[in-house]
Antibody, heavy 112, light 107 residues
Framework: QVQLKESGPGLVQPSQTLSLTCTVA????????VQWVRQPPGKGLEWVGI???????RYNSALKSRLSISKDTSKSQVFLKVNSLQTEDTATYYC??????WGQGVMVTVSS | DIQMTQTPSSMPASLGERVTISCRAS??????LNWYQQKPDGTIKPLIY???NLHSGVPSKFSGSGSGTDYSLTISSLEPEDFAMYYC?????????FGAGTKLELK
């Protein structure tokens, strides 16, 4: 059964680095791409970036300088790091696989 | 970046009604278009990929069409569980941009 689950800190201070983990089950990260999408409270969906099955990455150009996506295929985990956090980074962060599988999302608040 | 203009932003509708949501891309996207449903609890359900292909388990009351820059999602007969937010997403080029969403509300 394909599953994705995001995890990470619920509260992070401005200027710090956010680290999120997407733990997957039911498929191999060497076979499928995984993307990150975020949604600020009360707003729409924003594409953050993607890591391909090959390990290559592409990022939202507006966030690119602050983003890093990586993975550990042996642990079935994908990682998202966002540095220099701003309050505007407050959002629910989702990871999703090709072919229609999404995690439940994790809420992250950036506040002092 | 490709801009996705989704209309309407909100749509009051009645049970049993047929509704259509539109999405226009700022340039051609070669049918590389997804549709998603989002419930108030935040759960996102993929509905359609590559313009008109239903994901497994999605009822046939949902359908998608379009080409070039113009795409649409149609729900043939609204049921209570269909009242939700709907988003389109292009995946022709990066970043894979979303429309702003359509809130389908009970009239």
């Amino acid at each position: 059964q394909v599953q994705l689950k995001e995890s990470g800190p619920g509260l992070v201070q401005p200027s710090q680095t956010l680290s999120l983990t997407c733990t997957v089950a039911g498929f191999s990260l060497t076979s499928y791409n995984v993307q990150w999408v975020r949604q600020p409270p009360g707003k729409g969906l924003e594409w953050v970036g993607i890591i391909w099955n090959t390990g290559g990455t592409r990022y939202n150009s507006a966030l690119k300088s602050r983003l890093s996506i990586s993975k550990d295929t042996s642990k079935s985990q994908v990682f998202l790091k966002v540095n220099s956090l701003q309050t505007e980074d407050t959002a629910t962060y989702y990871c999703a696989r090709d072919s229609g599988y999404w995690g439940q999302g994790v809420m992250v608040t950036v506040s002092s | 970046d490709i801009q996705m203009t989704q209309t309407p932003s909100s749509m009051p509708a009645s049970l049993g009604e047929r509704v259509t949501i539109s999405c226009r891309a700022s340039q051609g996207i070669s049918n590389f278009l997804n549709w998603y449903q989002q419930k108030p609890d935040g759960t996102i359900k993929p509905l359609i990929y590559y313009t008109s292909n239903l994901h497994s388990g999605v009822p046939s009351k949902f359908s998608g069409s379009g080409s070039g820059t113009d795409y649409s999602l149609t729900i043939s007969s609204l049921e209570p569980e269909d009242f939700a937010m709907y988003y389109c997403q292009q995946y022709d080029s990066y970043p894979n941009t979303f429309g702003a969403g359509t809130k389908l509300e009970l009239k």
